[in-house]
């Protein structure tokens, strides 16, 4: 008997000792991994997805004392490009009601002065994570006239059901 380096007990190719069951779910995983990277890839470079980036670093107790964050609101900074400077807190966001006219393009610079909150403005992409001692800004443009309803998604106390507010898309030629 000469020793060929190989594993008498086991018959054929390497891959033989795979259960076929097994395999199939190897296979499966694989597919779903390459689906879902497909999804992440055209959802953030087709449909324009973003993430929220952190722009600036700030001081939660002084925030609202200098600088953009003491008179939140709406800035025009060119043609149909808009800037919006909101603070979160415990239970509203100032400003709660925000007008634009439509195809503008707005980039939110949203921070929060005491805890956590979240930013979901309805039927757009605009879905923000709100931590204190961060800005978070996003850019989104609003081509359809109408009122978007937008709400803290975040849990931030006994009174979080009552912090939304509303963004107007104002028609074109008003």
Known sequence: MT?????????????????????????????????????VGITGFVLGFQVPGEHDRVD???????????????????????EVYMLAKQ??????????PQ????????????????????DTNVNMQIVPGHVSTLTATFDEAGEYPFICHEFCGLAHAGMFGTLTVEPEGE
């Open 60 to 82: 939660p107790n002084t925030v609202a004392d200098s600088g953009p964050f003491s008179e939140p609101g709406i800035q025009k900074i060119g043609s149909g490009e808009y």
């Open 91 to 100: 239970f509203f966001f100032e400003p709660r009601e925000i007008t634009v």
């Open 103 to 122: 195809g503008a393009t707005v980039t939110f610079h949203v921070t929060s002065t005491d805890v956590q909150h979240g930013l979901k403005i309805q």
């Open 3 to 39: 020793d060929d380096g190989g594993d008498s007990d086991r018959p054929g190719s390497a891959t033989d000792w795979i259960d076929p069951l097994e395999r199939n779910w190897l296979r499966f995983s694989i597919a779903l991994l390459v689906v879902f990277s497909l999804a």
